[in-house]
C-alpha cells in the first residue's frame, strides 16, 4: 500500500477548504505566493491530495493558493513520498529503451561468445589507446581482437600479440593495448576477419554496432 501524500484528514481538508473560501480576498498577496511556491515544490503529490489535481502556482486560483496556504500551516512536514527505485535497486523496472540496450549488449555478447569459440587461436579484447591516430582518421576507440599466439591461414599472417587487423603499415596506430578486458570487440576490421577466418555469417549483433 502507497503511504498517503499528506496526513492530513478528509475532514481536516474540507475545514480548511471551507476557511480559504472565507479568507480568500480578490488581491494576491505576493508573500504568501512566494511562502507557497517554495513549499510545494518537489512536493507535487501533496499538492494533489491537497487540492484534489496537479497545479502550479502559475495556475492555481486564489482560493487554491490559500488553501494550500493552511494546509501548509496545519502540516510543515508533510509525508516524504516513496522515491522512485533507481536502476541499482530491486525491484527496479528498467523502461522500454533500457530493456532494447540491454537485449541489444546481450545479443552482441552471445554473438562474440560463439564467434570467438570458432576461431582457431585464443584470442582476448583489448582497447587501443595510441595517441596519435587523428593523422590519418584512425578510428578512436574501438576494442580490437588480441591475438595471444600468431596466426598463419594461407597467405594471412598476423605476429602474436597483435590484433587480428594488425598491417604493417598501420602498425604505429595500434601501438597501446589496456590489457585483456572483459568486452565485446568493436573493430570493424578485427570482426570482418573473425567472421571471413571462422566462416561464420557475419551477424549485425556485432557488426550493427
Ligand atoms: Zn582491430
Known amino acids: 500500500m502507497t503511504k498517503p501524500a499528506t496526513n492530513l484528514t478528509a475532514e481536516q481538508l474540507a475545514a480548511l477548504r471551507e476557511q480559504a473560501e472565507r479568507e480568500t480576498s480578490r488581491f494576491v498577496d505576493p508573500r504568501q505566493l512566494t511562502r507557497v511556491e517554495k ?28 488553501l494550500l496556504d493552511l494546509a501548509a500551516t496545519a502540516e510543515p512536514n508533510p509525508p516524504t513520498p516513496p522515491r522512485e527505485p533507481a536502476p541499482w ?14 537485449s541489444r549488449r546481450q545479443a552482441a555478447a552471445a554473438e562474440w561468445v560463439a564467434l570467438r569459440n570458432e576461431l582457431p587461436v585464443d584470442v582476448t579484447v583489448e582497447h587501443n589507446y595510441t595517441s596519435h591516430r587523428h593523422i590519418d582518421g584512425y578510428v578512436q576507440g574501438v576494442d580490437h581482437i588480441l591475438l595471444r599466439d600468431s596466426l598463419r591461414l594461407g ?28 568486452r565485446v570487440p568493436t573493430c570493424k576490421q578485427c570482426l570482418g576477419l573473425a567472421y571471413r577466418i571462422t566462416g561464420r555469417g557475419p551477424s549485425m549483433a556485432l557488426m550493427g554496432r
Do not use: K
Request: one cysteine or more.
Open 155 to 182: 597467405r594471412l599472417y598476423r605476429p602474436a600479440n597483435e590484433p587480428l587487423c594488425f598491417v604493417p603499415s598501420n602498425a604505429h596506430n595500434l601501438r597501446h593495448f589496456g590489457g585483456p578486458e572483459d
Open 89 to 102: 535497486d530491486p525491484g527496479y523496472q528498467p523502461t522500454d529503451a533500457e530493456r532494447a540496450i540491454i
Open 39 to 66: 513549499f510545494i515544490a518537489g512536493r507535487p503529490a501533496w499538492v494533489r491530495a491537497i487540492i484534489g489535481h496537479g497545479v502550479t502556482v502559475r495556475t492555481m486560483t486564489g482560493v487554491e493558493l490559500t
